[in-house]
Structures are given as structure tokens and as C-alpha cells.
């Protein structure tokens, strides 16, 4: 314990003798830690098909997540780790630690050439899509299908321009998803317009195509946020991806309504309705999912406690009810508590 | 260990007596930050250009000059509000205001009012952003639940606001703020 607070001490003091003689920020710390219990209706753990919460009838870890930023001149890196199910097992290809290492979430060096021109390399969050690991990012807790056949992390070099406050765009090369190190080479190219039409409006266009899930294939999505009111919010996550080979199980199309209202400074009460389906590849047929989860968050400081109940139906039976036997539709209840800090 | 429990006495001793300052309120019941500084050494026509110089130059980045006349200058501007996790934190929100100016021969006044604040939350990549465009008034009265987590944000938001006022009165008197470059003493190891 001494020797660890001695260090964060020494850290600390580092950063500010460095601040004094450079342009520098100082040392950013942040990060957060969630647990939840759910029940599902059938009792069966099995009936979650999307990420995370995948326990039944247990008080259970997501994960501690830890991040630090430092920029120097304009030079920054980003470096966030996570413990816990949330970031390990669950979360990524961790094969060769047996699913029981650390995962990376963030790992990168930016260095903006022009308060407009930014490169970025390492391994970073996707830029795909709505929802993201970190519960903090999320406004409900369990995860959509979207969020769940996509990719988690890109890791590659990007460029990105900011045009002005309502137009960037950010063009990249990438490895394969979710991996530190490419398997089939860097082999994916990708790319995001931002628009801000209005303000409180912002729109991603994104494209990724190359090495993924499944072998080369191209995702397209389209993810949109607008702050209408104080108090409402609605955004929408749209995506489309092709395996180029088309007799591979695993491309899919979807999409998720995100409506969230602000009841009170402290509670605000969000809707997700999801519609996904994985297309036909070879003899395996279509399958479609419709979700529909209800989510409250009750804020207290760095608290947040996420109360939620989910639906999910599929004609094709893919559930269990509690006799076990194959069921069009699934349900759960949850209760989180994620605290930020 | 003894001086590393001072160490952290020290700093919990420094945060609480940090936030016993806070804002005033005008006649409309907004918060204010306002000052009036006798400047008698310095003419108004250069106290005015030095305002102006301040807000376009020094602050650029974050304010944006909305109009000036022969006494006055009107600013909008944002402040970057911190999160301290021991010495060690992160941006946790920015509170927007209104800046005014006016001067006289002999002494001059600003205020900022007008303050919204906007939350932060951490994106993807791992760094702050804004979580909405819709600022909340710094006067709100916000519920149980929020009440201690607001009552820090008002902190930083003061001591942001005051170092920006020192910050401001001290580039009208000088025509530098601190951290300005000092010019560098050069040594002649020649003649000794």
C-alpha cells in the first residue's frame, strides 16, 4: 500500500514538474466499476444472446476499468485496461490467456499536426456503431445484437480532418477486428463521416471492409444522436455486413431506436427497440431477433444504478423456457450498479 | 507512511477550504463573478485594446468576441471544468458564460454571468466529451441524489473562474499573464 501511494505520489509530481516546462496536460485518470444481478424469466443463462450479463440468478462482476491520457504539445496517448468478465472472457478473442487476462480497450498515440489534421495509431474502440464495452457509454446495460455482431476494437492507423465543428472525416487502415496484432495482415480499410447538421444532431457514416468476422467481408453502419429537447433524446444505430463469402454464416443487418427521456435531474427513463436478423449463408437460414428493453438510470454523483427489464423473440426458437424446451421469446430482469469515476 | 497521511491530510485540508469560496448573485438572481479594479496607471484606451488582445489572443481558443464599443467588450467563452482524483483527474464538464467589460478613466469592471454547465463523459476512445448540447443554469437547485456531486462542480467552476478573473487582471496591468515566457539569463563563463 505504502509503495503504491509512494508511486502515484511520484507520478503525480512528475507530471507536474513536466507541466511547468512543456505545454502539458496533466496526467488524466478515470475509469469505472460495475456489478449487477439478473434473473431471467426461464431461469436459463443460456436464454442471453447478446453480450455481457450473461449470468442468471447471481450477483455477478462486469469488470474495473482503468484509463490514462497524457498530452504533451500535440502528442497524447490513450492507455485504458479492464479486469473483470466484462473486459475479459466476454468481451474478446482472449484465447491465449484462456480467456483470463486483462483486456486492453484503448491503446494508442495521437499527434494533431493542425488544430484540423489528427493521425492516430494503435488499438483503439470501433468506430462502429452505437454502443460500446465501457457500461459508462451505455445507456442501458445489457447490449444490443448490433453491438454484439460487430466489432469491438480496430486496431490500425487513421487520419482524421476536421473540415469544422459540423463536418470531419476519418480514413484508416485496420487489421482484422478485436485482435492486438493482425492475423491475416493489415487487411481492412475504413472510414467515418461526421455530420452536425443542427445542433444537438450528430451523424456517423461508417464504413469498414476487409478482414472481419467470418473472413473479408464489409460492414456498413450508420449511427445518429439528437438531442431534441432538454429532456429527450432519440438516436438510431443502423448497420449492414456482408462476408464476402456468402455460404459463410454471420453477415447480418439491423436496427436499434434508442428514445430516452430525462424524468428528473437524477433519473432518466430510455426505450431500445431492436430489429436484426443474420441472413441466409449456405443451408443455414434466416434467422430475425426483435428486442425490446426498458431501461431506467438513477444517478447519485458517481453512482448510477441501471434497473432493466428485456424481451427478446425470435419465431425460430433459439430460447428456453423453464422446462427447457425450445421458446420463441426470452426475458430478464437486471439491476446494475456502474459507479464512474 | 506518517508523512504520506500528512501529505493526503494536506490536500483534503486545501480542497475543503477551496470550496468555502463561491458566487455571488446579481439583482435577477444569477450567479456572478464580479470585479472592479481601480487602474490608475494605466489609460482607459489601453486597458479597453489589452481586453480585446485577452479575449481574441490569449483566450482564442475558448472565447469568441461578441462586440466591443469605445468602453466596452461583450465575449462568450467556456471553461473546462476539472474532476480531482487526489493530485492525479480528468475534465468533468465546461461551464459556458457571458464576459463583460466596461471601463473608465481610472478604473475598469468585468463579470462573467450567464454560466451553463455541460457534463462530460468519456467516449470510446477515451476521452472526454460533452454527454449534450443543452447547458444546465449553475443556479439550478438540483434533487438529493445530485446534490453533492453539483456542489463540486460549483467549486471548480469558481476557482476555474477566478483564476481566469487573476489571469485577466493581471494581463490588463501588465500586458502578460504568468505563464508567458520569461527571457532566458544568458551566462559568459569568459571573464569570471
Redesign the interface.
Known amino acids: 500500500m ?1 509503495k503504491f ?2 508511486a ?2 511520484a ?3 512528475t ?2 514538474v513536466l507541466a511547468q516546462e512543456t505545454e502539458s496536460s ?5 475509469g469505472s466499476v460495475d456489478t449487477y444481478f439478473k434473473y431471467d424469466f426461464a431461469k436459463n443463462p443460456l436464454n442471453a444472446k447478446t453480450s455481457f450479463v450473461t449470468d442468471h440468478n447471481s450477483v455477478s462482476l462486469g469488470m474495473i476499468d482503468i ?1 490514462l ?1 497524457k498530452k504533451t504539445g500535440k502528442a497524447s496517448f ?3 485496461l479492464s479486469f473483470g468478465p466484462r473486459g475479459q472472457s466476454q468481451s474478446i478473442p482472449d484465447a491465449a490467456a484462456g480467456g483470463s487476462s486483462f483486456n486492453i ?2 491503446l ?1 498515440v495521437n499527434y494533431d499536426f493542425t488544430d484540423e489534421f489528427s493521425m492516430t495509431a494503435g488499438y ?4 462502429i456503431g452505437y454502443e ?1 464495452i ?1 457500461p ?2 451505455n445507456f442501458n446495460y445489457s447490449t444490443s445484437y448490433l453491438f454484439t455482431n460487430g466489432p469491438f476494437q480496430n486496431a490500425g492507423i487513421k487520419a482524421t480532418y476536421k473540415f469544422s465543428d459540423k463536418v470531419s472525416l476519418m480514413a484508416g487502415v485496420f487489421n482484422d477486428w478485436n485482435v492486438y496484432s493482425a492475423t491475416r495482415g493489415v487487411s481492412a480499410v475504413g472510414g467515418q463521416l461526421m455530420v452536425a447538421p443542427v ?2 444532431w450528430t451523424a456517423y457514416i461508417n464504413a469498414l471492409s476487409g478482414a472481419g468476422f467470418g473472413g473479408y467481408g464489409t460492414i456498413v453502419d450508420l449511427t445518429t444522436a439528437y ?1 431534441i ?2 429532456k429527450f ?1 432519440l438516436a438510431l444505430n443502423a448497420a449492414n455486413y456482408d462476408i464476402k463469402d456468402s455460404a459463410v454464416p454471420g453477415s447480418y443487418a439491423g436496427a436499434a431506436l434508442y428514445p430516452q427521456y430525462a424524468v ?3 433519473v432518466a427513463l430510455g426505450l431500445r427497440g431492436e430489429y436484426f436478423k443474420f441472413k441466409a449463408a449456405g443451408a443455414v437460414p434466416e434467422t430475425a431477433f426483435t428486442a425490446v428493453t426498458l431501461t431506467a438510470n ?5 453512482l448510477t444504478f441501471i434497473p432493466e427489464v428485456r424481451l427478446d423473440h425470435n419465431k425460430d426458437k433459439p430460447f428456453f423456457n423453464k422446462s427447457g424446451a425450445a421458446a420463441p421469446n426470452g426475458g430478464q430482469f437486471s439491476l446494475a450498479a456502474v459507479y ?2 | 507512511m506518517k508523512y504520506i497521511i500528512l501529505g493526503i491530510l494536506t490536500i483534503f485540508t486545501l480542497k475543503l477550504s477551496a470550496q468555502q469560496k463561491q458566487f455571488s448573485k446579481d439583482d435577477n438572481g444569477k450567479l456572478i463573478y464580479y470585479q472592479v479594479v481601480d487602474s490608475q496607471s494605466v489609460s482607459k484606451d489601453t486597458l479597453l485594446q489589452r481586453a480585446k488582445s485577452f479575449v481574441t489572443g490569449i483566450y482564442k481558443k475558448s472565447m469568441k468576441l461578441v462586440s466591443s464599443t469605445d468602453s466596452s467588450v461583450l465575449a462568450k467563452g467556456t471553461m473546462v471544468i476539472d474532476k480531482t482524483i487526489l493530485v492525479a483527474g480528468h475534465p468533468s464538464g465546461e461551464v459556458s458564460y457571458n464576459f463583460v467589460f466596461e471601463v473608465r478613466q481610472g478604473k475598469y469592471r468585468f463579470w462573467l454571468t450567464d454560466m451553463l454547465f455541460i457534463p462530460y463523459q468519456r467516449d470510446r476512445y477515451g476521452n472526454f466529451v460533452p454527454t449534450t448540447t443543452i447547458g444546465v443554469p449553475l443556479e439550478r437547485t438540483p434533487g438529493k441524489l445530485g446534490a453533492g456531486a453539483w456542489k463540486d462542480i460549483l467549486s471548480s467552476a469558481y476557482n476555474k473562474v477566478e483564476k481566469f478573473g487573476d489571469e485577466f487582471k493581471k494581463y490588463l496591468a501588465s500586458n502578460r499573464i504568468g505563464k508567458m515566457k520569461k527571457k532566458t539569463e544568458t551566462i559568459s563563463t569568459k571573464k569570471w
Open positions: 505504502k501511494l509512494t502515484i505520489f507520478m503525480a509530481s507530471t507536474c496533466p496526467l488524466e485518470i478515470s484509463a491520457k490513450v492507455g485504458e480497450q484503448n494508442y483503439m474502440g470501433t468506430f460500446v465501457s459508462v457509454g445542433e444537438g438531442q429537447t432538454e433524446k428528473s435531474d437524477a438513477i444517478k447519485s454523483g458517481g464512474a469515476f
